[in-house]
């Protein structure tokens, strides 16, 4: 990737020539359950089990995902045109991005009179007045 962007003129140098990765033996490594443990897994049930919690235990299970990602999985999180699941760490991700898309719109459009401060405007007048998208303004 790196160097297909110094190919394009996005960077002029290679940020990470002179990088060593070293290889650590005892760098914690991660299990992963066989077929036969997982099928066991699924084949466990106990008293007064919840239905729901079970069918999300047995997502994270095929998945990878965490628990604590998937109880609060909802549809903002599945991107259906690149057939992933994105998650944000308390809203920090989404507030980041927000921030960089904005500045990147006003140097795209570069018109006079629309600038960052604007777009924060007229998502405050959008969030205020939610019917004017319904109208198409």
Do not use: W
């Amino acid at each position: 990737m790196i160097r297909y962007a110094i190919e394009h003129d996005v960077i002029l140098k290679d940020p990470c020539k002179e990088v060593i990765c070293k290889v650590d033996d005892q760098m914690l490594r991660k299990d992963v359950l066989s077929l036969e443990e997982i099928q066991a897994l699924i084949n466990c049930h106990y008293e007064n089990e919840n239905p729901m919690v079970r069918r999300a235990f047995i997502f994270c299970l095929y998945c990878g995902l965490r628990f604590c990602d998937v109880k609060d999985l909802t549809y903002k999180n599945v991107d259906y045109s690149n057939k992933l699941l994105k998650f944000e760490q308390n809203g920090e991700d989404r507030a980041a991005y927000g921030e960089q898309l904005l500045k990147k719109l006003e140097k795209r459009l570069n018109t006079k009179g629309l600038n960052e401060r604007r777009f924060r405007e007229f998502r405050r007048l959008y969030l205020v007045y939610p019917q004017l998208k319904e109208r198409g303004f």
